[in-house]
């Protein structure tokens, strides 16, 4: 069935360093693509997507190339904040429609230090 | 704009007891979806609802039943709590249209002891 795998954390890194979370995926056809970012408490907030073939997703500085020769979604950052610490989540809804699921990778945290 | 709202935010229950937790959305969306998140292994799917009068299983529904008797709302009922449940449950919502976002609300934390 569809998958997603992205990299194991935590992820520490310093205030203004570069950030990549790397997420790959295992599906039929072409999925949509989704990261989500969940703050301390709080539920799920969608940060970016792409629905085809290499679209880039962009917002609030991070970005993510749908690149389907590699099945991957890699998510970067080119200079990180405190306020990005978070857990990041990739995700895939199956290009079959009908219910547009999500299927979620494990979820990789992120702690940026001052 | 409230989005999607869930009740309670925080509930402990003891082993066999029952309960519903509340999911309401405002934005008219037609899907809507509940998730349960353990620690470390992301969210999984426990039922989704394509419309009013329409529900179906995810990946995980053993131990939980849901109805949709209207678009706004969406419970999720636990009969026979078990420690197994203890989790943090997410209640979503989407467009029906393809590559659209779901929506999803703050959560639940429940603890089964």
């Known amino acids: 069935g569809d998958s997603v795998t992205q990299m194991e954390g935590p992820v520490t890194l310093s205030e203004e360093a570069f950030l990549t979370i790397n997420c790959t995926y295992t599906a039929t056809g072409y999925p949509s693509l989704f990261w989500y970012v969940q703050y301390p408490g709080e539920g799920l907030q969608l940060l970016l997507k792409a629905t085809k073939a290499d679209d880039k997703g962009s917002n609030k500085g991070f970005e993510a190339t749908y690149r389907k020769e590699t099945t991957s979604f890699h998510l970067e950052k080119g200079s990180v904040q405190v306020s990005d610490s978070a857990v990041y989540f990739c995700?895939?809804?199956?290009?079959?429609?009908?219910?547009?699921?999500?299927?979620f990778g494990k979820g990789t945290k992120l702690t940026v230090n001052p | 704009n409230a989005g999607v709202t869930q009740t309670p935010k925080f509930r402990i229950l003891k082993i066999g007891q029952s309960m519903t937790l509340q999911c309401t959305q405002d934005?008219?969306?037609?899907?809507m979806y509940w998730y349960r998140q353990d620690p470390g292994m992301g969210l999984k799917l426990i039922y989704y609802s394509v419309g009013a009068g329409i529900t179906d299983k995810g990946e995980v529904p053993n131990g939980y039943n849901v109805s949709r008797s209207t678009t706004e709302d969406f419970p999720l009922r636990l009969e026979l709590a078990a420690p197994s449940q203890t989790s943090v449950y997410f209640c979503?919502?989407?467009?029906?249209?393809?590559?659209?976002?779901?929506?999803f609300g703050d959560g639940t934390r429940l603890s089964i002891l």
């Open positions: 979503a919502s989407s467009y029906s249209i393809g590559g659209q976002p779901q929506h």
């Open positions: 995700a895939l809804t199956p290009s079959q429609g009908g219910s547009e699921k999500l299927v």
């Open positions: 934005m008219n969306h037609n899907y």
